[in-house]
């Protein structure tokens, strides 16, 4: 029993010292603020006029119709540049688009450089090949959509498409 109330005797020896260092803090607490809070009285309208300096817009905004003054800053309009139309070449077009179905064969498409599957078609002239590449067509092999679908292709590019894939299979 004695190592008990040996124990409780210092545990509350222990509990009673923090609450006399916590009494402490608190007072200390107290009368800094008191210090803290009688200075800021005395400098408060230095202090709001400081906070309203920097919450402030450091632009604004002028909508159209609004009165500029000349002091202001003043918009000018900027020309654009027209767009420079590219063509592109044969390699381009084939690697943009052709690739897709001529790559792998899709939709009986014949692959590219495949000279037993493009041979019969070759035989057909150019001029049909171009005008089935440009226009579509349908046949009992597959499906050739106009332009491989890119209706934005010039009949040039989708013709330039043509002869290199023409070229490249008559290798």
């Known amino acids: 029993m004695r190592r008990d109330q040996k124990f409780f005797d210092m545990y509350s020896l222990v509990i009673g010292g923090l609450a006399a260092v916590c009494l402490g803090f608190f007072v200390l607490a107290m009368n800094v603020n008191e210090k803290v809070r009688g200075d800021f009285q005395e400098h408060a309208d230095v202090y709001i006029e400081a906070v309203n300096a920097r919450l402030e817009p450091f632009g604004e905004v002028y ?99 043509v002869e290199y894939m023409v070229s490249e299979a008559q290798k």
């Open 63 to 161: 909508l159209p119709g609004d009165d500029l003054s000349a002091g202001g800053p003043q918009v000018v309009a900027v020309e654009s540049a027209e767009p420079v139309e590219t063509v592109m070449s044969g390699p381009q077009v084939y690697n943009g688009v052709c690739i897709a179905c001529h790559g792998t064969g899709i939709g009986g498409a014949p692959k590219f450089g495949d000279a037993a599957a493009w041979g019969p078609r070759i035989e057909q002239g150019l001029d049909v090949l171009t005008q089935h590449a440009i226009h579509g067509y349908q046949g009992s092999t597959g499906f050739m959509p106009p332009k491989g679908g890119r209706m934005d292709l010039s009949d040039e590019e989708v013709a330039s498409a």
